[in-house]
């Protein structure tokens, strides 16, 4: 079965890091396309990260660019992202994405999701 289970959420304060990993099993992502998407109580899902297969292509919300961070290790099946200057606006449900094309993943329309991992941020 395939799988995206992400971890590494939890509770910190404003200005605190953390760092996401999404694990994938069931299926090698290697050649796709990842990204993250957030959706906080109330509010629509926004998309926050992408990245391709070569690493060699990024995409950021303008929300979080110069804070986060997104990375792969193919050798896992996972990707990563590494948030800083954390704000209690980043607080939400962080879900992993994964397609073979970039342009779903960044829209949204990707085949795969994993179930989230919760984030808080207090001030």
């Known amino acids: 079965q395939v799988q995206l289970v992400e971890s590494g959420g939890g509770s910190v304060q404003a200005g605190g890091s953390l760092r996401l990993s999404c694990a994938a099993s069931g299926h090698s992502f290697s050649s796709y396309a990842r990204g993250w998407f957030r959706q906080a109580p109330g509010k629509e899902r926004e998309f926050v990260a992408a990245i391709t297969w070569s690493d060699d292509n990024v995409h950021y919300a303008d929300s979080v660019k110069g804070r986060f961070t997104i990375s792969r290790d193919n050798a896992k099946n996972t990707v990563y992202l590494q948030m800083n200057s954390l704000k209690p606006e980043d607080t939400a449900v962080y879900y992993c994405?994964?397609?073979?094309?970039?342009?779903?993943?960044?829209?949204?329309?990707?085949?795969?999701w994993g179930q989230g991992t919760q984030v808080t941020v207090s001030s």
């Open positions: 994405a994964a397609d073979s094309s970039l342009r779903k993943v960044v829209t949204g329309t990707g085949n795969y």
